[in-house]
T-cell receptor, first 113, second 111 residues
């Protein structure tokens, strides 16, 4: 079982809709969670971080964390064609002292105009 | 801040040649990471440093790969000799307290 799992997609949504991206992780000691956006041919760009259970909102983006279910999600409201990219979920296991992030394989999002 | 700086941005070389990739982390960040990304394997961690000291190199594919961080503002990833299967995008990333930022990457093609 992979440590961080994401549906590879593509996830296709119409412009203006809500895009929901999901990520599950296997290690219960994971404590920090991040969402990166990667456009084709570009480097991953940090868009959200979340550390405690619940929701965290930043503009059109909302990150949701449920540690009991080992599940983190990213909602994108009012999706725009410019949101079309691959979204990478990353987790960190701070308790082990290891500061390296473990990345999922990413979900490709396509927003249709 | 200029962000993480990597050079060169593109490198094309022949099999057997030595390749050196360079990285300048964000000032004040004490963690530096080297990743490799391919379509088949996704984003793989190769090695990371804390305060210029290598902490985990378990992701380095084989002895042909080596990485150094002689000071807080510079790191290199060297491949010697290079092989076609090393073709990938190599990213450097740095991290301060919590958040990690990537450089623009070096696209390496080994023919």
């Amino acid at each position: 079982q992979k440590e961080v799992e994401q549906n590879s997609g593509p996830l296709s949504v119409p412009e203006g809709a809500i895009a929901s991206l999901n990520c599950t992780y296997s290690d219960r000691v994971s404590q920090s969670f991040f969402w990166y956006r990667q456009y084709s041919g570009k480097s991953p760009e940090l868009i959200m971080s979340i550390y405690s259970n619940g929701d965290k909102e930043d503009g059109r983006f909302t990150a949701q964390l449920n540690k009991a279910s080992q599940y983190v999600s990213l909602l994108i409201r009012d999706s725009q064609p410019s949101d079309s990219a691959t979204y990478l979920c990353a987790v960190e296991q701070k308790d082990t002292g290891r500061r390296a992030l473990t990345f999922g394989s990413g979900t490709r999002l396509q927003v249709q105009p | 801040d200029a962000g993480v700086i990597q050079s060169p941005r593109h490198e094309v070389t022949e099999m057997g040649q030595e390749v050196t990739l360079r990285c300048k982390p964000i000032s004040g960040h004490d963690y530096l990471f080297w990743y490799r990304q391919t379509m088949m394997r996704g984003l793989e961690l190769l090695i990371y440093f804390n305060n210029n000291v290598p902490i985990d190199d378990s992701g380095m594919p084989e002895d042909r790969f080596s990485a150094k961080m002689p000071n807080a503002s510079f790191s290199t990833l060297k491949i010697q000799p290079s092989e076609p299967r090393d073709s990938a995008v190599y990213f450097c990333a740095s991290r301060g307290t919590d958040e990690q930022y990537f450089g623009p990457g070096t696209r390496l093609t080994v023919t």
